[in-house]
C-alpha cells in the first residue's frame, strides 16, 4: 500500500473511531486486534492486510468502502455496500462489561481462570433454563 494511502486509511478509520466516540483500545477488542497495531494504522506507519481492514471495518460497523474512500477515486464508492457480511455487535454498554471481564481474566493465574469460566457457564446454563 502507497504511504499516501495508508495514511488516508488512517485518518479515515480516526475518524469514524471519534465520531463513534470509541477509544482506540474498544475499537481493538471489537476488531479483536491489539491496540498498538491499530494506532500505528491509524498514524499511517503500518499497512494493514485486507483481513485486519475488514475487521477495523466490522468493528466501526461500517463497510470497509468506507475506510478505503479517497484511496481509489468515485469507482470504489460503487461498490454495494450491502454485499458485505455484515457482523453481529454488542452495545457500547456490553462492549464496557465485556472487556471490564477480560481485564478480570488477564489479571487472574491460568488456575483461576479456568475457575471464573467454569462458573460464567454454569450461571448462563442457569439463566437459560430459567
Known amino acids: 500500500m502507497d504511504v499516501k494511502i495508508q495514511a488516508l486509511v488512517g485518518k479515515n478509520i480516526r475518524k469514524f473511531r471519534l465520531a463513534d466516540c470509541l477509544t482506540l483500545e474498544e ?21 494493514p492486510s485486507l ?8 468493528g466501526l460497523k461500517k463497510p470497509i468502502t468506507d475506510l478505503l474512500a479517497g484511496a481509489a477515486g468515485a469507482s470504489l464508492q460503487a461498490v454495494s455496500a450491502t454485499r458485505e457480511k455484515t457482523a453481529m455487535y454488542f452495545s457500547p454498554a456490553e462492549d464496557k462489561d465485556l472487556l471490564s471481564l477480560i481485564k478480570i481474566l488477564r489479571s487472574s493465574s491460568p488456575k483461576n481462570r ?17
Open 27 to 47: 475499537l481493538a477488542f471489537r476488531a479483536q486486534l491489539h491496540p498498538n497495531y491499530l494506532g500505528d494504522v491509524e498514524r499511517g506507519r503500518r499497512n
Open 51 to 58: 483481513v485486519n481492514l475488514k475487521k477495523i471495518a466490522d
Open 114 to 130: 479456568k475457575r471464573i469460566i467454569k462458573i460464567a457457564k454454569s450461571l448462563v446454563a442457569q439463566f437459560k433454563s430459567a
